[in-house]
């Protein structure tokens, strides 16, 4: 079963608006991490926010996470056509049922248009 | 190799067949995963190695489906009698360490079961 949901699960805006999508969780975890994938089929590793973390940056990305509402939110300012893709958020599971597993998200669809 | 390396990229096989779909990680890495990827889903979990070792193999959907890893190394999922539910996208990533660090996504396996 999935841990993640993310929400929206479309979205759509203008070159160079900002894009937040948002990810919530049920279990305790290790840590937390943002992919992306494009049309086609590798995902791509974006950021990676552990659980006494509570804002991590990347370039145009930044991410939350707010441990007791068990949920996290990526953020991509000034976005552009090229950062049309899917965006997945991904929990570690924390405390004793750590087992290493990687569990994924629904996904948001992002486009942005030109 | 510089990424992770996924075999047949497209695989189209006749409803009870048997496949198999190969990976080979980035080497140095430890933690191998492979995942299940449905149109418009995200990545369902199947099952991760430490190693050799399965190390949870807890989504496994049922026991057609089969995962070695031999010499820590290359890994093969292996999918006996297959269905056509069993159409997707099979995703194999490897890491440094299980879910601590970034996982490297290879571009998959579209498998296509006629």
């Known amino acids: 079963s999935q841990q993640g949901e993310e929400d929206p699960q479309a979205l759509s805006i203008q070159e160079g608006e900002n894009a937040t999508m948002n990810c919530s969780y049920k279990?305790?975890?290790?840590?937390l991490q943002w992919y992306r994938q494009n049309s086609g089929r590798g995902l791509v590793h974006l950021i990676l926010i552990r659980s006494n973390e509570r804002e991590k940056h990347s370039g145009r990305l930044r991410v939350t996470l707010d441990t007791s509402k068990k949920s996290s939110s990526l953020l991509i300012t000034a976005s552009r056509a090229a950062d049309t893709a899917s965006y997945f958020c991904a929990t570690l599971h924390g405390g004793s049922g750590n087992t290493g597993k990687l569990i994924f998200g629904q996904g948001t669809t992002l486009q942005v248009k030109p | 190799g510089a990424g992770v390396s996924q075999t047949p990229s497209n695989k189209v096989t006749e409803k009870g067949k048997y496949v198999e779909l190969r990976c080979d990680p980035i080497?140095?890495?430890?933690?191998l995963y492979w995942y299940r990827q449905s149109l418009g889903q995200g990545p369902e979990f199947l099952i991760y190695f430490q190693g050799t070792g399965a190390a949870d193999d807890s989504g496994l959907p049922n026991d057609r489906f089969f995962a070695v890893r031999p010499e820590g190394s290359v890994s093969t999922l292996k999918i006996q009698r297959t269905e056509r539910g069993d159409s997707a996208v099979y995703l194999c990533?490897?890491?440094?360490?299980?879910?601590?660090?970034?996982?490297?996504f290879g571009q998959g396996t579209r498998l296509t079961v006629v």
């Open positions: 080497s140095g890495h430890t933690a």
């Open positions: 279990t305790s975890i290790n840590n």
């Open positions: 990533a490897s890491s440094l360490s299980a879910g601590i660090t970034e996982a490297f």
